[in-house]
Every structure is written in C-alpha cells, then in structure tokens.
C-alpha cells in the first residue's frame, strides 16, 4: 500500500528510514494531529521534490538555472514512469504541475550570495508548522485542468486567478514540539526518496564534466566524493587517503577531528565497487558515470535529510563551503 517491493529491498531502504513511494504516511495532508481530509495518494511528494531542487541550487550555485532545472525534470521523469509501470495508480509525471512546484519553492529566485549553508531538510517539519501550503496549486488551478493529460505534456498557464485563500494557518509551538510530533509521524525521513537521491547524483556528475581528476576543488561535495572513489581503487591507498583528508581540511569542508571518520566511511561505500571491477574505468565520462551510479544506490552519502539517524550510523555532514584557503591545488597529482 506504501512501499513499492523493489523500493524497499534497495539497500539504502534496508539501512536507513525513507518515505513510502506509493503513497504518503498517514495524515501528512492534513493539520498536525487530525485525520487526512483529501484521499489517499501522494500529496507531499511534487513539493519536497522541488524543495530539495531549489534549495540544492540555492546553496550549491555550480550549474546554471536551465541545466539544474533539466537534471531536476528528467530525473524525476525517469523515477515516475519507472514506478508507474508497476504500479498505474501512481501519479504520472506532470510538466505543469512540476513546473508549479519549482516557482512555489522559488526556484526562480536569484541565488544567494555568500557561503553555502547545509542544514536536514525538515521539510516535513515545515509542512506541519504551516510553512508550505501543499494545497497551494487549487488557488491556481481547477482540478481539471490540474489533472489533465495535457498537463502532463506540456506546461499549461493557471486558469484560476489564484485569489482563494489558504487553508493553512502556522503552527508553531515555542516549545518546538512540532519538529517533534512531525518526526514521530514520519514525515521527515534519513535518506530522500529515489526522485530526490537520483537528482543530486546526476548533479554531482555534472559538476564533474571536463573537471581533470588532478585539478579537484575539495571546497564541492561532488569533488570530495570523486577523490574517494578514485581512492578506492588505489592498491595501496594510504598516501592518497592522508592526501584526501589534508586537502578537505584545508579546504574547511570538514573539521580536522572528523575527517578520518568520515573519509573511512565514504571509502566503506566506495570499495566494493571498486573490488567488483578490478579496474577504475579509462575515460573520464565512464568515471563520471561509475559515482552518479555510487551515488545514486547510496543516498545517505548526502546527509541533508532529517536527524534520525542510528548512533552507529555516520553521516555525511560538511561545514558550510567557505571562500577556500586551499580549495584545490591545479596539477598536484597527490590524487590519482
């Protein structure tokens, strides 16, 4: 009824809480702590896709708005005609719709200026508070044309004239026991769904396009993980993982107490692969390729979901990407 089989036999499922992919938790389109009003089905699911997207681009201003914006619309494109397959009562892929949840989570504002700042999503906790009207769309559009086939081909103009009022009132609590509560239903997972893991990968992978593997900037999550990669398949990796660890730190990525934990358990992620195919492939776009894939079966490596992780478990946190000392040092071939 939630959870999709192959969703769930992923290893990152087994490992870490996510979100169903069949159909939301129960409640979460309703007022914190009351029934759901609306039906059954996914109601968070377009407006956590897109706040991620938007945020994402916001803190990690690397690619254009036009090349964020296809990467956003082809991945998730991809993850619902897939799912929907399967499963025909899953929503299909909507130009319109996914077009409106971009404007509402303003990704169309300019980027911000100055140091990126990476805090858990906690977007459920958000739409608990009030912050996010995941109804917002019916002050735009009828039903009709909401849900129509052709606005799932192109993108259709609103035909509302978007005076409706909200339905949603704030509610914070000082305490801030709403976080709490929101937590305790489900609403804020560990690892993000597969729409939102295989964006960030195929961003991280285009980031890397035409990036010389000598000329890395360690002050970029995509850079810091490729270095990993390539140290996995070094035989003997000691040097360039000292290397790995000196230059995020430098960097200011990661403090110098936490480094060694997290560099052991990137590599943890990255070495069975590397001992499954013997050899780092030749070409730089097969190599791109090889970590988009890494990425993309293990979401917990972006670590901007929410706080729940298991005591045991590491997560893959990094300080705010400052104005670098030594951001990356052209043709050091410390790593390979």
């Not at 086939?149 to 993108?155: F, K, N, R």
């Amino acid at each position: 009824m939630y959870y999709s089989p192959e969703f769930l036999a992923q290893e990152t499922s087994a490992r870490f809480y996510r979100l169903p992919d069949l159909q939301d938790p129960p409640d979460s389109s309703g007022p914190l702590g009351l029934p759901r009003q609306k039906g059954t089905g996914h109601f968070t699911k377009l407006p956590r896709w897109a706040h991620n997207v938007a945020r994402t681009h916001r803190r990690q201003p690397t690619l254009p708005t036009e090349s964020i914006t296809e990467i956003a619309f082809s991945t998730l494109k991809q993850t619902t005609s897939r799912l929907a397959q399967s499963y025909p009562n899953v929503q299909p892929f909507s130009e319109t719709q996914a077009r409106f949840w971009l404007k509402y989570m303003k990704m169309i504002s300019p980027v911000a200026v100055g140091k990126e700042s990476w805090n858990p999503n906690q977007f459920g906790v958000h739409v608990a508070q009030g912050g996010f009207d995941i109804w917002a769309w019916e002050a735009h559009y009828s039903a009709k044309l909401w849900n129509s086939i052709e606005a799932q081909v192109s993108y259709k103009d609103p035909d509302l004239d978007g005076s409706r009022k909200s339905e949603v009132d704030w509610c914070g609590w000082p305490d801030g026991g709403v976080g709490v509560q929101a937590r305790w239903r489900g609403w804020d997972p560990e690892v993000g769904g597969g729409d939102e893991v295989e964006f960030l990968a195929e961003v991280a992978a285009r980031e890397l396009d035409g990036v010389d593997a000598n000329d890395l900037n360690y002050e970029m999550r995509s850079h810091i993980l490729f270095a990993a990669m390539l140290a996995a398949f070094e035989a003997d990796s000691e040097q360039y993982v000292g290397q790995l660890r000196r230059r995020i730190v430098d960097a200011g990525r990661i403090d110098e107490d936490k480094v060694e934990k997290w560099v052991q358990e990137a590599l943890k992620i990255m070495q069975p692969y590397a001992k499954k195919l013997g050899m780092l492939p030749a070409s730089s776009a097969a190599q791109n390729e090889l970590l988009r894939q890494i990425l993309g079966e293990n979401g917990q490596v972006f670590a901007r979901w929410g706080p729940l992780s298991f005591p045991t478990e590491f997560k893959f946190e990094l300080n705010p990407r400052l104005k670098s000392k030594a951001a990356h040092v052209p043709g050091d071939k410390g790593i390979p």
